[in-house]
């Protein structure tokens, strides 16, 4: 029996001092002078030969968290041929504690047995003088005095390469002797030696063993707090912990000394998140910059004095960009904003190549600036605080966030709802900064600006962050432009258009109405924005199934279209399609095909044939033959429809999306489930990634993907999915959104499959009564929800139930869309499949003629539904022992879903397995057999051994099999 369960594919048309070296136990022995020149007490020679004035400082206690892989890299580093490795990170990131860790591991003793020597570059610039002393310490060389820096160097590693046994040597913090530090590197064969240098810039000429140190992992970052406040006080919050870790940007100086801070005395019952609030002054705050630093840490700086270190080692030029990327929110930043925001400032005078070659170089040296990919750039949390700062006192203040807020008006401007989630991340952030800024100016510039915003949140189906903005944008207009205005008219379109999205159609209606009303007055009844807002009336009338109010509004903004734009404008083919796609949605395909190639044609000549415009009427005239079975006519247009799209937007875009989901649901038609299933999947993946886990579309592709599994019978990987399809619409949606009824309706018609019948019929009766609210008694969809609520009943065997509401659902489908429709067909069909299951087979017959007729007359000769109507009219003759009758019947069904959906597909099986039961009933044995066996075949490859109806036919031909004998 035919089911109208609504399960088939749907289709939708961017640092401080270190510690000083001191002996442990002991006096130290050496007087170091700013000429390098050292004097030696070898009175006591214990102390010469037990101490070391260079040992590395300790490591902090409690360990190193979320560094052990950098340790494993480091190690391997420094077993590599070359003697020289280089630690580089930003300020703040644990560059000295990793080398300090090293330094005390057993690794590192076992590597080196000669020794480890650390020199803190930062504590003095000479380094030279430092090298000195410590090879006159440890290897009693003597230097002469009269040399200049590089000889002594030079005479320094001389003396080295008497060493036979490796040693590690560690120069912390070199920045600032970037340009200059390879004058500092040992020869290439002085092979006893390591050198470990810390920078947190990356010398002009890059150092082959460099290992780039970036911020700790979430995880990481959580048990470095958790080591200083306890594990229980994280426990306690571990929501506010993980968003506190995530707002100091996982950098280990920040955690410590935000952690230092709660475990205070005076702080120990501060909340996690009241921390949060205080730290809205980030870098500012005393908790990341304090007075003293705490004495439970090894660093000797807060989190500004290691960022200042790095600034004041910039150029102006350099701390203007940075300046400049300080105005920036909180995103990844496209360097082609940065060079907008300079020729607004530069003017002529503007040159990109020292911008980006010279000063944008410079932050990427520092660990200022992060590479994302190509002319994308990021920045720490903290350090776009500071950058922010520096901008506040920055000369050119007022200038730098004019230039910002005119790029991003521009900006505003090109916003479109195809814009891909990874451009809404680029530009999203920056353009909520645009509009904080520009919040005091009132002005219809913030009015445009605050509706962009809004499209741009609408565009990746984030309805409830765009509804608040639309109406700021209404009501600002309002205020300045006065209620009788275009812009006013533009913004309630909007805001009906957003509620049109979310289905609530009731306050869609009267903005519509007040938008066409509102243009007419003020721009005549012949103008293209009447136009507009006719197309777009017509569109929610269509949606609620009221389509006797839609065709007139089509029309009519189809022949102003024409009238006003001549017959070759784009506006009319979008018009053309339009109407086309209600004809469509009547049934009434021989007015829609006409229209859907016109609309093609008009495109191809206008547009050129490599237009994404082209790749939509391309979809919808394939989905038009879709409808009518016409599967090899519409499957060379889907496959156009995707290949151009894929050409034209690259294969990262949500209409790829959309035309690998069309492709696949023709071939879950055809039960071509194998094809269907990697696209369903693909399309799934692809809308995940471009517009977000939580979206619509992900919802639409679960519950394709879903429908799909649910057809092949592998109900166990279909229930999630339905379920999942479910909670997004309802999140997304709320739970007064058609979407939700379909997905209602969906999840039902798996338990009803699975005979899970008191599961499916709550779910049945909540879908019936969503879109009766929502679209009213008289909508096609409550006819199709009536219908499966009355299957239900009549797979029980509720007869006395089922009966009224399949007359229902007939009589509102006749009513709504004529008697000359597809569903009034499947209507007929049903009603006949009751009465059928009664024996009440004089009703029955008239009614499955009357299916097969009107069937033939709309979908042609060659149709699924016309073998799905042979097949039922067969089988009620089969019931009354009208052999003879039934027999051609079930052959010609057979026959029909042979040539339309291929030799393996279930409904071929099912054919296949009811002919042969006709064959049985006759004791026709031999002939019955092979049939059953070809059932069996077909049915066990498409849907699997576990089917139920792969159950059913076995169970069959088992029967005849012992029959047969």
Known sequence: MMSDKNASSESWNVAGNAQKNI???????????????????????????????????????????????DLERLHNLLQSGRNVCLVSGMGGVGKTELARFYAASEDCKTLFPGGVFYIDVRSGKDLAADLVV??????????????????????CWDVWKRQTDKVLLILDDLSGLGKNVRQYLPPSD??????????????????????KLEVLLPSAARELLSSIIGRQRVDAELQETDKLCEELGYLPLALELVGYYLDDEDYQEL?????????????????LSPEDVPMGMKATRGVQAAFDLSWDELTPQAKHLACVLGAFGDAAIHWGL????????????????????RWLKSLRKLHLVRTVKTDIYNLHPLIRDYLGEQLKKHCQYSEIKQAFCDVFSNVARKVDQSIALETFNLIEPHLKKMIAWCEGNQDTQLAFSLNQLALLYYSQGRYEQAEPLYKQALELRKRLLGDNHPDVASSLNNLAGLYYSQGRYEQAEPLYKQALELRKRLLGDNHPDVASSLNNLAGLYSSQGRYEEAEPLYKQALELRKRLLGDNHPDVASSLNNLAGLYSSQGRYEEAEPLYKQALELRKRLLGDNHPNVATSLNNLAGLYDSQGRYEEAEPLYKQALELSKRLLGDNHPDVATSLNNLAGLYSSQGRYEQAEPLYKQALELSKRLLGDNHPDVATSLNNLAALYDSQGRYEEAEPLYKQALELSKRLLGDNHPNVATSLNNLAALYDSQGRYEEAEPLYKQALELIKRLLGDNHPDVATSLNNLAALYDSQGRYEEAEPLYKQALELRKRLLGDNHPNVASSLNNLAGLYDSQGRYEEAEPLYKQALELSKRLLGDNHPNVATSLNNLAGLYSSQGRYEEAEPLYKQALELRKRLLGDNHPNVATSLNN?????????????????????????????????????????????????GR
């Open 23 to 69: 002996f442990e136990g002991n006096t130290a022995p050496i007087i170091k002078d700013t000429s390098g020149n050292v004097t030696i007490n070898y009175a006591n020679r214990e102390s010469f030969l037990s101490g070391n004035p260079f040992k590395p400082p300790l490591p902090r206690e409690g360990g190193l968290f979320g560094r052990k892989e």
């Open 134 to 155: 410590l090879t006159k310490y440890h290897f009693k060389g003597e230097i002469q005095h009269d040399l200049s820096p590089q000889q002594k160097l030079m005479a």
């Open 190 to 211: 002085l092979v006893t030696v390591r050198l470990l240098m810390t920078s947190r810039e990356t010398p002009d000429k890059p150092i082959p063993q460099e290992l």
């Open 271 to 287: 909340s996690l998140s009241a921390m949060r609030v205080k730290l809205k002054e980030k870098v500012q705050h005393p908790s």
């Open 338 to 357: 940065v060079t907008a925001i300079y020729k607004i400032l530069q003017g002529e005078s503007f040159s990109e190549d020292n911008l980006k070659d």
């Open 915 to 963: 002919l042969a039961g006709l064959y049985y009933s006759q004791g026709r044995y031999e002939q019955a057999e092979p049939l059953y066996k070809q059932a069996l075949q077909i049915c066990e490859q498409t849907l699997g051994v576990a089917h139920p109806n792969s159950i059913t036919i076995g169970g069959n031909y088992a029967q005849c099999l012992r029959r």
